[in-house]
């Protein structure tokens, strides 16, 4: 069973944002960032990530767990991105978003 990380990030505009601009650029910054990780060998994108609720959330696969949640710890501590973000652990055969373990973010 493949063991998946959501990286779960409150959706929160960028304070700094210019009037009628994209209200949440750090979420490109994130997808862009996966990808680099991705073409690394380090993770695996495992599906789009897409919002929910009152957050975004990003799904990584593809490596063993101290392993993902490392790489979920760097994307928390991107540059402008919200505080508040959170991890859940758990794999492909959750029935939906946010069933598994909760770990905060970034990992000590």
């Known amino acids: 069973m493949t063991g998946i990380v959501e990286i779960h990030i ?7 944002g210019a009037p009628g601009a994209y209200a949440y650029p750090w979420i490109g910054r994130v997808e862009d ?40 710890s760097r994307v928390a ?3 402008g991105v919200p505080t508040g973000a959170f991890a859940m652990v758990t794999d492909e055969a959750a029935p939906e978003f946010g ?9 000590s």
């Open 33 to 72: 960032f996966l990808v680099e990780l991705e073409d690394e060998g380090a993770v695996e994108v495992y599906d789009d990530g897409e919002e929910h609720g009152d957050a975004y959330i990003f799904f990584i696969s593809g490596a063993d767990e101290a392993g993902l949640l490392a790489a979920a």
């Open 77 to 79: 501590t991107l540059d």
């Open 99 to 107: 069933m598994g373990r909760r770990v905060a973010l970034p990992v």
């Open 10 to 16: 409150p959706l929160t505009a960028a304070p700094d």
